[in-house]
């Protein structure tokens, strides 16, 4: 019987070294703990308005990269589309009161909120905070165009407003109205940390949200000055027939207000018949 052949010598693999052992898997957000800044997001960028529509809450989550064992203090500014806002004022005019010539205010947003970690003026000085327009208090609103010029300090030709001094009344006035229809709001507690680093707000559109796209701002604040930024959109549009009736209203106004008469006429004369029948 034929032996069998010897079997061939075992391989010995090359050793590991210590080193490649022990290295560490890379972190992917390790490139981020030296930058301070703010990332968030939304839970829903696009909100649908139709007949059954009762106002919308929308949830902005983010979170804080912060290398410093400084505190940061994150603030949530939401505005919606501007709009034109009319105002009248109550004059009375010898035992008779009247309204006032109407002032058109063209740059008011449409929705405007503010959410913070505390107050405001806690968080930054009055200067930081109008420059950036954050808050109602320093919110942008544009005075109506009409003008007048005047000679103040020994300087010619120089544009005011015709509202003159009137125009924080008036545009308190603003304010306040748009306050009480829910539209603008102020959360000095609004932001929550749940975590570490990670933060909460709650964005509360009522049922009169004017449709369009809305802008946030994300900032992060430290030692009183903005570090960070973070920009995101969200759409408010409506959906089914009432879609269907506004382009076609801001499509053809004329049509559309013609056939709005047509069908008020139509229903006039359909209650008289009705009545007169009853009769």
Not at 67 to 92: C, E, F, I, S, Y
Not at 176 to 200: I, N, S
Not at 254 to 274: E, K, P
């Amino acid at each position: 019987m034929q032996a069998l052949p010897p079997p061939p010598p075992a391989i010995e693999a090359p050793p590991i070294e210590a080193a490649a052992v022990a290295a560490p898997a890379p972190d992917r957000s390790e490139a981020t703990t030296g930058e301070l800044r703010v990332a968030a997001a939304l839970t829903d960028a696009q909100v649908h308005v139709d007949s059954g529509f009762t106002g919308a809450s929308i949830v902005l989550y983010g979170a804080v990269f912060n290398p410093t064992p400084d505190p940061v203090d994150v603030v949530v500014v939401v505005r919606g589309p501007d709009a034109p806002v009319r105002l009248v004022k109550k004059t009375r005019n010898m035992g008779v009161w009247l309204n006032s010539r109407p002032v058109l205010f063209e740059g008011a947003p449409g929705f405007y909120m503010t959410a913070s970690t505390r107050p405001l003026s806690d968080i930054a000085d009055f200067g930081q905070l109008r420059r950036l327009g954050v808050g109602v208090d320093h919110l942008r609103i544009d005075a109506p165009e009409e003008a007048g010029t005047v000679t103040r300090y020994g300087v010619r030709d120089v544009v005011v407003s015709r509202l003159g001094d009137d125009y924080l009344d008036w545009r308190r006035a603003v304010i306040r109205l748009k306050e009480a229809a829910a539209l603008y709001d102020t959360d000095p507690d609004g932001v929550e940390f749940v975590d570490r680093g990670l933060f909460r707000a709650e964005v509360k559109l009522p049922t009169v949200a004017p449709t369009g796209k809305y802008y946030a701002e994300v900032w992060l604040f430290q030692d009183g000055e903005p570090r960070s930024v973070s920009n995101l959109t969200l759409t408010v549009e409506k959906v089914g027939i009432e879609r269907d009736i506004y382009e076609f209203a801001h499509r053809r106004p004329w049509l559309y207000g013609l056939l709005c008469v047509v069908l008020a006429a139509l229903t006039g004369y359909g209650a008289s018949r009705i009545f007169s029948r009853r009769d």
